[in-house]
């Protein structure tokens, strides 16, 4: 730290030099990302609601009263009629509540002390997060040839232990839906906590079914499940971060409390204690200002955008490794590696895209700041390397 005060341009100037080397959404460059450029109208309550602290809610009532309002509305969106839950850091943080609810629930009332977790191995890293932290053991279940959860390796797999069933609604590498119907009743006539991990797919598939595709059931219609996860800085185009989690009932809540005495409220189940309330807001603010139109028919155009790519990819020779179920394409060269290929992609024009390990592929993912100008011009480039 400097000794005296340095004069606040010469300090943006500096931060404005070190930006630069910051990627921009706007550029079109960025194909490998779940997020994407926040919406304008998001940034600006953001700015509003910056000093507000959800850690301490009986300082901020009326922030607090718009997380418990957006918590209701994505819980109806998800057809859950009472929802409970909060929004948090993203995915990771909310997955990781998930599984600390599974386990202290099975913990409290099963009494299972060395639990257990299955899950598939198309799964998010934020679960072997959360088993680390919560000495779970994971037990992987096998995939079936289109790279989905197979069913009947979840039966195998259940022993006295498993504390939580987990599934996917848009897996991060293929944005692949699992059988969640199946493993919901798999995980209903068990009495095994089941959580669906839908930060990709919970702000697409809702909107894209009232816009007329045909998805299968993955939310709360579904009794077997009992806490989904949705991210809103991705698809709801919220600023970063605004994660989501949402429980069927409050005493999964209830299980992960701890005493909070110095705060306004007696208990906190939240990871985070400290929690920015400027996301939340936003996600509030966006989901009024489009409405489910307004984001049918934002879905809409990124799955036109990905029918695109796909059939473009065909026609130069590019293999597609499956149908896309949500607006992400992963492909491969016939004969160069898609490590090999990721990097003459960025050579020759800056493009940054990710490599799926599950399988491996190029991975493309269909964000709101990827235009059709974008993609053929990423196609030209893709000619000249095939």
């Given at each position: 730290?400097?000794?005296?005060?340095i004069?606040?341009?010469?300090?943006?100037?500096?931060?404005?030099?070190?930006?630069?080397?910051?990627?921009?959404?706007?550029d079109?460059?960025?194909?490998?990302?779940?997020?994407?450029?926040?919406h304008?109208?998001g940034?600006?309550?953001?700015?509003?609601?910056l000093?507000?602290?959800l850690?301490?809610?009986?300082?901020?009532?009326?922030?607090?009263?718009?997380?418990?309002?957006?918590?209701?509305?994505i819980?109806?969106?998800?057809?859950?009629?009472k929802?409970?839950?909060?929004?948090?850091?993203g995915?990771?943080?909310?997955?990781?509540?998930?599984?600390?609810?599974?386990?202290n629930?099975?913990r409290?009332?099963?009494?299972?002390k060395?639990?257990?977790?299955?899950?598939p191995?198309?799964?998010?890293?934020?679960?072997?997060?959360?088993?680390?932290?919560?000495?779970?053991k994971?037990?992987?279940?096998?995939?079936?040839?289109n790279?989905?959860?197979?069913?009947?390796?979840?039966?195998?797999?259940?022993?006295?232990?498993?504390?939580a069933?987990?599934?996917?609604?848009?897996t991060?590498e293929?944005?692949?839906?699992?059988p969640?119907e199946?493993?919901?009743?798999?995980a209903?006539?068990n009495?095994?906590?089941?959580?669906?991990?839908?930060a990709?797919?919970?702000?697409?598939?809702?909107f894209?079914?009232?816009a007329?595709?045909?998805?299968?059931?993955?939310?709360?219609?579904?009794?077997?499940?009992?806490?989904?996860?949705?991210?809103?800085?991705?698809?709801?185009?919220?600023?970063?971060p605004?994660?989501?989690?949402i429980?069927?009932?409050?005493?999964?809540l209830k299980?992960?409390?701890?005493?909070?005495?110095?705060?306004?409220v007696?208990?906190?189940?939240?990871?985070v204690?400290?929690?920015?309330g400027?996301?939340?807001?936003a996600?509030?603010?966006?989901?009024?200002?489009?409405?489910?139109?307004?984001?049918s028919?934002?879905?809409?155009?990124?799955?036109?955008?990905t029918?695109?790519?796909?059939?473009s990819?065909?026609?130069i020779?590019?293999?597609?490794?499956?149908?896309?179920?949500?607006n992400?394409?992963?492909?491969?060269?016939?004969?160069?590696?898609?490590e090999?290929?990721?990097?003459e992609?960025e050579k020759?024009?800056?493009?940054k895209?990710?490599?799926a390990?599950?399988?491996?592929?190029?991975?493309?993912?269909?964000?709101n700041?990827?235009?059709?100008?974008?993609?053929?011009?990423?196609?030209?480039?893709?000619?000249?390397?095939?």
């Amino acid at each position: 730290m400097n000794d005296l005060p340095i004069d606040k341009d010469e300090i943006l100037n500096e931060l404005d030099l070190i930006q630069q080397n910051d990627l921009k959404y706007s550029d079109g460059r960025i194909l490998g990302s779940m997020c994407t450029e926040a919406h304008p109208f998001g940034k600006e309550i953001y700015i509003k609601f910056l000093d507000s602290n959800l850690g301490d809610p009986g300082l901020f009532k009326g922030t607090k009263s718009i997380e418990d309002k957006t918590v209701q509305i994505i819980g109806k969106l998800l057809n859950l009629d009472k929802a409970y839950g909060n929004i948090v850091t993203g995915g990771t943080e909310a997955n990781i509540m998930a599984i600390r609810a599974a386990r202290n629930h099975a913990r409290k009332y099963k009494n299972i002390k060395n639990g257990e977790i299955i899950l598939p191995r198309s799964a998010h890293f934020s679960f072997k997060k959360a088993a680390d932290m919560m000495n779970l053991k994971i037990i992987e279940a096998d995939l079936d040839e289109n790279y989905k959860i197979d069913v009947e390796s979840i039966m195998d797999k259940i022993t006295d232990n498993t504390v939580a069933i987990v599934a996917i609604a848009g897996t991060t590498e293929l944005g692949l839906i699992d059988p969640i119907e199946e493993i919901s009743k798999i995980a209903h006539e068990n009495n095994i906590y089941f959580h669906v991990d839908a930060a990709f797919g919970g702000f697409s598939i809702p909107f894209l079914k009232e816009a007329g595709h045909d998805y299968p059931e993955f939310d709360f219609k579904l009794p077997g499940v009992c806490s989904i996860t949705v991210d809103p800085h991705k698809m709801g185009l919220a600023p970063i971060p605004a994660g989501g989690i949402i429980f069927r009932k409050k005493e999964y809540l209830k299980v992960m409390a701890v005493d909070s005495p110095y705060l306004t409220v007696k208990t906190q189940s939240t990871i985070v204690g400290t929690r920015l309330g400027a996301s939340t807001a936003a996600t509030y603010g966006l989901l009024k200002y489009f409405g489910r139109k307004g984001y049918s028919k934002l879905a809409g155009r990124l799955m036109d955008n990905t029918y695109f790519l796909k059939e473009s990819l065909e026609k130069i020779g590019y293999n597609v490794i499956v149908e896309p179920e949500l607006n992400i394409i992963a492909f491969n060269h016939p004969t160069k590696s898609p490590e090999k290929l990721s990097e003459e992609l960025e050579k020759i024009n800056g493009w940054k895209v990710s490599v799926a390990n599950c399988p491996k592929a190029i991975r493309i993912v269909l964000m709101n700041h990827v235009t059709k100008t974008h993609l053929k011009e990423f196609l030209d480039d893709l000619k000249k390397l095939y």
